[in-house]
């Protein structure tokens, strides 16, 4: 006769009563195990990686009861993704009570790739950032985006998205503004709830990806637009009174069904919160969020805020701000205590065990997380169907041919006409094939296809430059990923490129991480286009008029780096006389697309 099954692995049986059967079964070492989310990497379950510290896969599995991998490897194909996924599954099937993995990711289907915030698309479909969706400004593009990263997730083994990132980007010099939708609160929310509803659908179930709204309550106004992965950034100040306005696509997004929220690690500064980084915060996660907005779902951190961290090659401190002078064990006291359920990028699992023996956390609280942490492995079928993924189709599914094209013609819409000057043949673009370009920054086989490319700007008929936003570069293991500091091309920069504009009519295509201070070069370019994440192919076929340029700024371009230092960094678009305002975007004259 077969072995009875319990009821936990009945799937006849309801999920709140399998949920239950499992908890009453666990330990409080499988409990503690559930309420950590470290990273991952692509690599035999039993190798501890140089230059992390990181225990090996299969003791945090086997030992440790973790049961949430953050996978952070970006150039591998799909079918390693979805091998490596199996096998980490078949090492939680032996273990304990069988608890399948959660992997989770941070986008991986863009041009960024910081390991600390996103990750380059390698065999993935390509699409614009996130800015570039908030350019098009379609809730149906944006679903279709969901839709088809769920599917690519899904194929692989991927069951979580730490995305979509729902701040506003209110503060031009903020570095993480490529991943939002732009400065735009009503955008803003009409797009995070169509994200959702593409990865989750209406209800999340089986054939789910479950989305991680993020940074809760709204990371944008940041003090100087620095950044709270850094001690110099973990401000966030609300001076214009806006704090509201950056919680409402948080409303909107959990609305729509989103099944997870991360908080940031900044200190909300002169409000009515308790000055301490909002995953240590009570008055956000369980009055604010809990009581008020009436989540009950899972509540995970931002990475790393317990612990320091041995990563990319260098030591990364906790980003503990506001109770730096705390222990480990008194940060997991003060952050279980503001609610949270899960702590991300972390594995000291001997921490929270330490404190349970001692009386300091009961298990009536572990039982509290470890509930909807395990009812969300129930929903999502890993304990049944899908545990495991098929191999051989992920290659197939992964960057399709459709999805793929879907990804390309996404990037051309988002593209941004901001100038197009008229010269005595009419206006500068779209270009006619077949003319004589020089070319900086463009793969010159590319280029070949529309027109003669020559290596003079003298004997061209137009000059194309790819410039990208402005940044400077600091040191550190995190820091040098991430572009921030001024918006202002270097001297050397800007003479380069006003010395080309003069000598023959040149276009500027420059990709907009972040609002590129463009005031120096608008009157000597013949033409300037904004992109948010193209290819060259993509570019050119709106250069030439294959595609329109149909994206609308997400947010303003500032006139001045005095304009944005005076401005208000949880106000949207209000620097004095911007050189673009939010909205701005022209079309081709011949064209009939909206102007």
């Known amino acids: ?121 390698g065999d993935f479909s390509q699409w614009p950032e996130p800015l570039g969706l908030g350019a098009i400004g379609s809730t149906q593009t944006t679903q279709e985006f969901g839709d088809i990263v769920r599917r690519e997730y899904l194929a692989v083994g991927i069951r979580l998205a730490l995305h979509p990132q729902i701040d506003l980007a209110t503060d031009a010099r903020w570095a993480r503004a490529s991943g939002t939708f732009g400065a735009d609160v009503e955008l803003t929310s009409r797009l995070g709830a169509a994200y959702v509803r593409g990865l989750q659908g209406e209800v999340l179930g089986p054939d789910s990806v479950a989305a991680m709204i993020k940074h809760f309550p709204g990371g944008g106004p940041q003090k100087d637009g620095e950044d709270p992965h850094f001690p110099w950034g973990k401000e966030q100040i609300y001076p214009g009174g806006r704090f509201a306005e950056h919680l409402r696509p948080f409303e909107v997004a959990l609305a729509a069904g989103a099944s997870q929220v991360m908080p940031y690690y900044g200190i909300p500064i002169g409000t ?81 065990l330490a404190l349970v023996s001692s009386g300091r956390v009961t298990e009536d609280r572990l039982d509290v997380s470890a509930r909807r942490i395990l009812h969300e492995k129930f929903t999502l079928g890993l304990f049944d169907d899908q545990r495991y993924v098929d191999v051989d189709a992920a290659d197939a599914v992964v960057g399709a041919n459709d999805l793929l094209r879907a990804g390309f013609e996404a990037q051309r819409a988002a593209t941004t006409l901001l100038t197009n000057k008229t010269l005595a043949a009419g206006p500068v673009l779209p270009l006619d094939r077949g003319i004589s370009i020089y070319a900086e920054g463009i793969d010159p086989s590319v280029a070949a296809e529309y027109a003669a490319v020559v290596d003079d700007p003298g004997q061209a008929d137009v000059a194309i430059l790819r410039l990208q936003t402005p940044f400077e570069h600091r040191e550190g293991p995190i ?51 904004a992109n948010f994440g193209a290819s060259d192919r993509a570019l050119l076929d709106v250069l030439f008029g294959d595609a329109q340029p149909e994206g609308r700024l997400p947010f303003e371009i500032p006139s001045s780096t005095e304009a944005i230092e005076a401005s208000q960094p949880d106000v949207a678009s209000d620097t004095t006389d911007p050189l673009f305002p939010i909205g701005h975007g022209l079309s081709y004259v011949r064209s009939s697309v909206r102007s």
Request: aromatic share 6%; glycine share 8%.
């Open 272 to 352: 009515e919160h308790e000055e301490v980084g909002f995953g240590f915060n009570k008055s956000v996660i369980t009055d604010l969020l809990r009581n008020v907005l009436g989540f009950d779902g899972i509540v995970c951190t931002d990475w790393s805020i317990l612990s320091d961290q041995q990563l990319f090659g260098g030591l990364v401190g906790a980003r503990a701000w506001g109770v730096e002078g705390l222990t480990v064990g008194d940060r997991i006291v003060k952050a279980l205590d503001a609610g949270v359920d899960q702590f991300g990028g972390e594995h000291c699992t001997d921490e929270l």
């Open 479 to 529: 820091a040098s990923h991430f572009r921030a500091g001024s918006l202002k091309f270097t001297p050397d920069k800007e003479a380069h490129v006003l010395d080309i504009c003069r000598a023959v009519p040149t276009v500027l295509d420059v990709f907009l991480e972040r609002p590129a201070l463009l005031a120096p070069l608008v009157d000597d370019a013949a033409a300037i286009i």
């Open 1 to 121: 006769m077969p072995t009875p099954l319990f009821p936990y692995q009945d799937s006849t049986v309801s999920i709140p009563q399998r949920t239950e059967d499992l908890l009453g079964r666990m330990s409080v070492a499988d409990k503690v195990g559930l309420m950590f989310h470290p990273m991952g990497f692509l690599a035999p379950p039993d190798i501890q990686l140089p230059g992390l510290g990181i225990p090996p896969l299969r003791t945090m599995v086997e030992c440790q009861r973790i049961s949430h991998v953050n996978l952070v490897n970006s150039a591998t194909t799909p079918r390693q993704i979805a091998e490596w996924h199996n096998e980490v599954q078949r090492i939680a099937e032996e273990s304990a009570w069988g608890v399948p993995v959660t992997v989770s990711t941070d986008p991986r289907n863009s041009f960024t790739d910081n390991p600390a915030a996103a990750l380059a698309a």
